[in-house]
């Protein structure tokens, strides 16, 4: 009876699979996905299926559109502001359409995606003498190579191993590339804001990025996908966040003005003009920040909010006072 029990067994992994995909999609209130022969991802309030599950506060969902008019977003705004997450649920959610289960989300229009490339995270081969750097590459160069119209293309950072310029510009070109050459559905995060400029310049790419206030040291996540490049970087406010000493934020904040001033000379005349600076180091004035709950308050449109994402916007704004 061998044949018979391997048939059977067969049969019962996949009920098993598929009664669990059912009750997942109705205990978690998943929707069934549509299907088009257009190329392009639309996701209405997506959320992400792990994520969502394990934060104590309500998950705040998010939309995404990719077609073939607007096929590369350039994604910005602070760290752990929610970059990641967003592109990660959109990859998900692809892929949990394409092997038959319901969605985390309001609606979910699922276009021809042949396959899903991510450029994510940070490791290093170094038992093979690959460098994190050369990893990252190594991954860039196979999704370039290999991506076509039809594919989902996650990139997490790009050229964050290397010398401010050098990385700018691989972050540049690459983009581009995708752009121009391979047109693929991209989502491309990047903290490097000189990336802002692309869709002026070039068809198909669009500016969105991830709401975070900032008010003297701490930092309020809203972790809502907005049109549009971000305002600013919060690194220091990160960084304060993490821990690191007052007086090392202090200090980096002065060398963040200073920088900024000698942003138009080149290498050398900035180390010079530091070196400068630095043997007369003094205190520097900073404008008093407006109140940071008013001002996410007054963003605020709640004709444009669910009832779960207000709820979710409570949770932000009483954190902030």
């Known amino acids: 009876h061998l044949g018979q029990l391997q048939l059977a067994s067969l049969a019962l992994s996949e009920l098993d699979v598929l009664v669990n995909l059912a009750e997942r999609a109705e205990t978690l209130n998943y929707v069934a996905p549509q299907f088009s022969d257009e190329i392009g991802v639309k996701i209405e309030n997506g ?143 990047t903290h490097y804001f000189e990336l802002t400029a692309l869709p002026e310049q070039i068809e198909g790419i669009a500016n969105i990025h991830l709401d975070a206030l900032e008010h003297n040291n701490t930092i309020a996540f809203m972790h809502a996908v907005q049109d549009g490049a971000a305002s600013k970087s919060y690194g220091l406010a990160v960084a304060a966040l993490a821990g690191v000493p007052q007086s090392v934020i202090k200090l980096a904040k002065q060398k963040l003005h200073q920088l900024e001033k000698l942003s138009a000379q080149n290498g050398d005349q900035q180390i010079q003009h530091l070196r400068a600076l630095n043997q007369h180091q003094g205190e520097l004035a900073f404008e008093s920040e407006p109140d940071a709950l008013r001002e996410a308050i007054e963003q605020l449109d709640p004709d444009e909010l669910s009832p779960k994402q207000a709820l979710a916007y409570l949770y932000q704004l009483k954190k902030m006072l």
């Open 47 to 189: 959320r992400h299926p792990v994520v969502e599950q394990v934060l104590k506060d309500p998950f705040i969902a998010n939309p995404v559109n990719l077609n073939q008019q607007r096929h590369l977003l350039i994604i910005t705004g602070p760290n752990m502001g929610g970059k990641s997450t967003y592109m990660r649920q959109t990859a998900l959610i692809t892929l949990m359409a394409y092997i038959g289960s319901f969605v985390p989300a309001d609606s979910a229009v699922i276009g021809q995606i042949d396959r899903i490339f991510t450029r994510i995270g940070a490791s290093d081969d170094l038992a093979s003498g690959r460098s994190t750097f050369m990893v990252e590459m190594t991954e860039m160069a196979n999704i370039l190579h290999q991506a076509t119209s039809q594919s989902l293309v996650l990139i997490d950072e790009i050229g964050r191993g290397t010398s401010t310029y050098d990385g700018l510009s691989l972050a540049w070109a690459c983009a581009e590339w995708l752009a121009k050459k391979t047109r693929s559905l991209t989502l491309f995060a």
